[in-house]
């Protein structure tokens, strides 16, 4: 059975940081492809940043050169660091697994309908 488990979530001030980590159990971690994911209140569900089994990486445009993700495959564990922080990077944050990584253009695809296995999420909030 697939587990996904998010921590280090929290309550931060507009510029600061914070280091999301989720732990993966149950399968072959380091072949599937992982991603982050956020929803905001009455907002959909988006793409954040994904890795694939390979190291390839992409972002959403909103968080380029401010969150970096990557993956420890000796830990089986995935993070995404999150620097210089906004108010609305507030959002509760999901990392999600699939065995298959789609592309486009040669860009790793960061849709959520991609992805087969879902965390419980872990709160951000940052306050102006």
């Known amino acids: 059975q697939v587990q996904l488990v998010e921590s280090g979530g929290g309550s931060v001030q507009s510029g600061g940081s914070l280091r999301l980590s989720c732990a993966v159990s149950?399968?072959?971690?380091?072949?599937?492809?992982m991603g982050w994911f956020r929803q905001a209140p009455g907002k959909e569900r988006e793409g954040v940043a994904a890795?694939?089994?390979?190291?390839?990486?992409n972002y959403a445009d909103s968080v380029k050169g401010r969150f970096t993700i990557s993956r420890d495959n000796a830990k089986n564990t995935l993070y995404l660091q999150m620097n210089s922080l906004k108010p609305e990077d507030t959002a509760m944050y999901y990392c999600?697994?699939?065995?298959?990584?789609?592309?486009?253009?040669?860009?790793?695809?960061?849709?959520?309908?991609?992805?087969?296995?879902w965390g419980q999420g872990t709160q951000v909030t940052v306050s102006s």
């Open positions: 999600a697994a699939d065995r298959a990584a789609y592309y486009r253009g040669g860009y790793l695809l960061l849709g959520p309908e991609k992805f087969g296995y």
């Open positions: 149950g399968y072959a971690y380091s072949s599937y492809c």
């Open positions: 890795i694939d089994s390979d190291g390839s990486t």
